[in-house]
C-alpha cells in the first residue's frame, strides 16, 4: 500500500479543472500590475489608481494548447512603503511575475534590487519568475537584450528559473505568452521537486 494520502493529491493535482496556481504580481510602482491583473480578467483595459494595499483575483486562463488553467493572483502595491509587504505575499507561491515599466529607464536599477531581494530570499528559493518587460508600445522602451542587461538576470541564482516577456499590459499584447511560460516552468519545477522526494 502506498501513502493513500500523496496518492490522492498527485491523482487531484494532475486534473486540470482543480489546478489553481498561487502567483503573486510584483514590481516598483506604476510598472503596470493591477493593469495586468485586470486586462487579464475583463480582457479590456481597465483604468487603474496606485494599489494601496493589494488586488486578488482568481482568473481561468486558457493557454495556447487551449487547456484552462486557474491562476489565483495577488497583485501588491508597488510604493516603497508597501514593498517589505511583499515578502509575506510570496510564502508558499507557485510563481512570481515581476512587472517592470521599460521606459522607466531611471529606476531600473531600483527594480533590479528588488527582484534580485525577493528571489533571494529562501522561501524563493526555486520559485519560477516571469519578468514582464511592460509598456512596449512606448516608442522609448527600452530592448529585451536592454532589459536583461541592466536587470542583470544572468546574477540570478541558478536555482531561479525565469522568463523574459515583453508586454503591452493595455492592449494585452504578450500575457497570455508569458502565463504559458510561468506554467510550463511551475510544472517543470513540480515533477522535479516530486521525483527528488521520490529519491528520498
Ligand atoms: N502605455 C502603456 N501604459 C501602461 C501599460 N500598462 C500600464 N500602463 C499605465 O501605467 C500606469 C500604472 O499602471 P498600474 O497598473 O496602476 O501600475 P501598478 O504597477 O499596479 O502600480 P502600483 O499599484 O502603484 O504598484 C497606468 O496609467 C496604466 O494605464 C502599457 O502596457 N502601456
Ligand atoms: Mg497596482
Known amino acids: ?100 515599466d521599460s521606459v522607466d529607464v531611471e529606476r531600473m536599477e531600483e527594480a533590479k534590487t528588488e527582484l534580485h531581494k525577493i528571489t533571494r530570499i529562501s522561501e524563493n528559493q526555486g520559485v519560477p519568475v516571469l519578468i514582464v518587460a511592460n509598456k512596449q508600445d512606448l516608442r522609448n522602451s527600452l530592448s529585451l537584450t536592454e532589459i536583461e542587461k541592466l536587470l542583470a538576470m544572468g546574477e540570478l541564482s541558478s536555482s531561479t528559473p525565469w522568463h523574459l516577456q515583453p508586454t503591452c499590459a493595455i492592449i494585452g499584447d504578450g500575457l497570455k505568452e508569458g502565463l504559458e511560460k510561468l506554467h510550463d516552468m511551475i510544472i517543470k519545477r513540480r515533477k522535479m521537486l516530486r521525483q527528488q522526494k521520490k529519491k528520498r
Not at 23 to 52: S, W
Open 1 to 100: 500500500m502506498g501513502n493513500g494520502l500523496s496518492d490522492q493529491t498527485s491523482i487531484l493535482s494532475s486534473l486540470p479543472s482543480f489546478q489553481s496556481f498561487h502567483i503573486v504580481i510584483l514590481g516598483l510602482d506604476c510598472a503596470g500590475k493591477t493593469t495586468v491583473l485586470y486586462r487579464l480578467q475583463f480582457n479590456e483595459f481597465v483604468n487603474t489608481v496606485p494599489t494601496k494595499g493589494f488586488n486578488t483575483e482568481k482568473i481561468k486562463v486558457t493557454l495556447g494548447n487551449s487547456k484552462t488553467v486557474t491562476f489565483h493572483f495577488w497583485d501588491v502595491g508597488g510604493q516603497e512603503k508597501l514593498r517589505p509587504l511583499w515578502k509575506s505575499y510570496t510564502r508558499c507561491t507557485d510563481g512570481i511575475v515581476f512587472v517592470v
